[in-house]
């Protein structure tokens, strides 16, 4: 998964993440401000739950994979929504925080790319997200 997080940074591609809160029996994760400048998202009304896939651009920011959302599949659902501006997710929220957020799509046709298996790359067709449902 690091590997997958340095080498969206790097390339600075939009990249697919599913949300899975690891512990901490929480149902998903209010929206961060931007870590960059401090500023909180607008607001939380559209706040994402375990299973949605978020789809953005990875930042780091003092050491830490931030994701800069831009589109979500919302958990249960088949089709991208537009996310408002200002909305990131920390990859990780650490231990005492339900750990891993962002995980890749492992084991699905939609993540392989380029001949090998990539964990979040995934496309859409109409709208809708090949492999789901």
Sequence with gaps: MTDLLLRA???GES?????????????????????????????NSDWPRNGALLKGTVHTVAGAHHLEVS?????????????AGGKWMPADGGASNGG???HGREGSAAGRVGGRRDAVECRTLGGNVEGLG
Excluded: H
Excluded at 18 to 29: D, E, M, Q
């Design 9 to 11: 940074a790097a390339t």
């Design 15 to 43: 990249t697919v993440f599913k949300l899975a809160v690891s512990t901490g029996g929480c149902s998903g994760v209010f929206w961060r401000g931007n870590p960059k400048t401090g500023a909180s998202p607008a607001d």
């Design 71 to 83: 589109e979500q599949v919302p958990a249960g659902g088949s089709t991208w929504q537009p996310v």
């Design 100 to 102: 891993r957020w962002l």
